[in-house]
């Protein structure tokens, strides 16, 4: 087991008030984009006469869409030794995608929003995990991680929250709702913009060049080694568009189904911090292991047939897994990852997630579709023993926390 510094502590609880700043920032875009997200689903089914293989295909683009970005802002923030200017310009597409939602007339116009507003995400995102990779000394990463992924998860459960306070005040209007969405993104760009301090980086040692095929053996077994298993624990937990469409399956009522997003969300954002700061005491492969467990035992909750109590118990354990994992999963990269090439690794990992969350939505929509919800968790499951499987191999050169 890795042995820890022992001012480790006193270092997590002394995180820079960037890394406070980031998590804002997350949090106020999260609030938005989850006020969106969490009734887009039904949005597309009851207004727009979507079915659930267009909903998948939909989420599946968006996403993989931001992560395949993410290799790319990631490598010019290396190259550029500068991360904030990608990080505002990513939140700010983020932003101007919002009004989209509400004018939007087809489903056409709705994917093209989500591409506008993941691509401001991919542009910001591996800026963004870099920034807090240089931020923090090595033995708080995990506790760094884990506090901004759950200041993000606050927003993204008042996201929802607040969508279904206004579904129920304002007669399930979607596109009033989507309208209210563009403030916080606001928000959160300026925020960015006037409260964060980027770290100066060291002016010793060449600038990284392009990114070339040559340069990626400097990334290490240990480094593809977590972007295998990242990528299997990405098939495992497809679009999360499922869970609202699984609570309305299960009779919930329209007006509170984003409800189901709060309470997944709330428990996330309770678990991610501990957790976070946990990584940093104990082998974080087995918490990881642990993570996989949970989100298998999600889909086969997810899986049965039942209403509320089914669906609740599903989302909070997939919220668990949520917590244990995501954070854990950007420490691992950078441990991994030379400092020099930080950019370039999240966003190469995230690259490979991409590819893996397009294919496990698209899979999930078709599922749904052609053999019932039960069948899309089943999947799930079984690609959460494959990630399991992973983590039983450990290559020699596995990450070390440096």
């Known amino acids: 087991m890795p042995t820890v510094p022992p001012d480790s502590s006193a270092a997590s609880r002394r995180l820079p008030v960037g890394v406070w700043v980031l998590g804002g920032v997350s949090l106020l875009m999260d609030v938005s984009s989850e006020m969106i997200h969490?009734?887009?689903?039904?949005?597309?089914?009851?207004?727009?006469?979507?079915?659930?293989?267009?909903?998948?295909?939909?989420?599946?683009?968006?996403?993989?869409?931001?992560?395949?970005?993410?290799?790319?802002?990631?490598?010019?923030?290396?190259?550029?030794?500068?991360?904030?200017g990608l990080a505002v310009a990513g939140y700010a597409l983020g932003a101007v995608s919002k009004p989209l939602f509400a004018l939007a007339p087809t489903a056409g116009l709705v994917l093209a929003a989500r591409l506008l507003d993941r691509v401001g995400k991919g542009v910001r995102g591996a800026p963004r995990d870099a920034l807090i990779a240089d931020l923090v000394p090595a033995e708080a990463r995990g506790a760094a991680f884990g506090l901004r992924q759950s200041l993000d998860t606050v927003g993204a459960f008042l996201g929802p929250l607040l969508g279904t306070a206004l579904m129920l005040a304002w007669a399930d209007d979607f596109r009033s709702i989507f309208w209210v969405a563009v403030l916080p993104a606001a928000a959160s760009v300026a925020l960015l913009q006037l409260g964060l301090r980027e770290p100066a980086r060291p002016a010793a040692g060449p600038r990284p060049g392009r990114l070339r095929l040559e340069r990626l053996?400097?990334?290490?077994?240990?480094?593809?080694?977590?972007?295998?298993?990242?990528?299997?624990?990405?098939?495992?937990?497809?679009?999360?568009?499922?869970?609202?469409?699984?609570?309305?399956?299960?009779?919930?009522?329209?007006?509170?189904?984003?409800?189901?997003?709060v309470a997944m969300n709330a428990v996330y954002s309770l678990a991610a911090y501990p957790f976070g700061r946990l990584s940093d005491r104990v082998d974080r492969t087995r918490l990881l292991f642990a993570g996989l467990l949970v989100l298998a035992a999600a889909d086969l909750v997810l899986a049965l047939d039942g209403g509320w109590g089914v669906v609740l118990a599903g989302v909070a354990l997939w919220g668990v897994h949520m917590g244990m994992t995501q954070g854990l999963l950007a420490a691992l990269v950078a441990d991994a990852a030379p400092?020099?090439?930080?950019?370039?690794?999240?966003?190469?990992?995230?690259?490979?997630?991409?590819?893996?969350?397009?294919?496990?939505?698209?899979?999930?929509?078709?599922?749904?579709?052609?053999?019932?919800?039960?069948?899309?968790?089943?999947?799930?499951?079984?690609?959460?023993?494959?990630a399991l499987l992973g983590l039983a191999w450990r290559p020699v050169g596995r990450p070390a926390r440096t």
């Open 38 to 84: 969490g009734l887009l689903p039904l949005f597309l089914v009851t207004t727009l006469g979507a079915g659930a293989l267009a909903v998948g295909l939909i989420e599946g683009l968006a996403e993989s869409t931001a992560l395949v970005v993410k290799v790319f802002s990631g490598a010019l923030s290396d190259h550029l030794g500068r991360r904030k």
């Open 217 to 261: 053996a400097g990334l290490g077994a240990g480094y593809w080694w977590v972007v295998a298993v990242g990528a299997a624990s990405t098939l495992a937990r497809f679009s999360e568009a499922f869970l609202v469409l699984r609570a309305r399956q299960g009779g919930v009522p329209l007006a509170l189904v984003p409800l189901v997003m």
């Open 339 to 386: 400092a020099g090439l930080r950019g370039t690794a999240f966003g190469l990992f995230n690259l490979v997630c991409g590819i893996a969350v397009l294919a496990a939505s698209a899979l999930a929509g078709l599922l749904w579709d052609r053999a019932g919800p039960s069948s899309t968790f089943h999947a799930g499951a079984i690609f959460c023993g494959i």
